[in-house]
């Protein structure tokens, strides 16, 4: 039932998004199109809610629930971005909106948009795992199978940490033709 939940929930992210980007620019109502931008977030909390109530029920802390609590956490950490760069290209293709300017391929610019999306990561990393142990704590039989998923997550964080921070050690400037739209 919980995957279904989460099956259900990531398709209404996508379905939600999609619906509030084309009501705001293909029919020209960016009230109602906030609106249901507005209630992409509430997708997380039935999500959540869903995996309480799971554990509440007396199923045992497992794999769906840690990826319930993932789902969630890359939400938060990365969801604002998501949201404003798919409005960015909604307005561009649907609104008549310049083009997105491209990110810079090396330089500060870009070991600072690295860094910031590693601390995004972090953030993501942070409410999960804290969701996950959230949730085998709920359960009362511990949470060694909930947390499990966070091994791997952690070993990823690290990797993305290198990546991420070895930018800044970059000198190079990019040249006047990387600043320019796309």
């Known amino acids: 039932m919980l995957i279904a939940v989460i099956a259900a929930c990531e398709i209404g992210f996508w ?29 997380d909390v ?3 809610v869903a995996s309480v109530l799971d554990i509440q029920r007396g199923a045992e802390p497992s794999f769906k629930h840690s990826l319930a ?22 307005a561009h293709f649907m609104g008549g909106a310049p083009r997105p300017v491209k990110p810079p391929k090396k330089g500060p ?8 999306g590693w601390f995004r990561h ?4 942070g409410v999960g795992v804290g969701i996950m142990i959230g949730l085998g704590l709920l359960s009362g039989r511990g949470y060694d199978a909930v947390l ?5 997550w952690t070993l990823v964080l690290a990797i993305d940490a290198v990546i991420s921070f ?4 970059d000198r190079s400037t990019p040249t006047p033709r990387e600043k320019e739209p796309v």
């Open 122 to 125: 972090l953030l993501a990393y």
């Open 148 to 152: 499990a998923p966070a091994g791997t």
């Open 69 to 90: 609590a993932i789902f969630i956490g890359v939400s938060v950490g990365f969801g604002h971005q998501t949201l404003k760069w798919a409005d960015q290209w909604a």
């Open 46 to 48: 039935v999500m959540l």
């Open 109 to 116: 610019e870009r070991a600072r948009r690295e860094r910031a």
């Open 15 to 43: 379905v939600l998004l999609a619906a509030g980007l084309v009501t705001r620019y293909l029919l020209r109502q960016p009230k109602a199109g906030l609106v249901l931008l507005a209630g992409v977030p509430l997708v």
């Open 166 to 169: 070895s930018y800044s050690f």
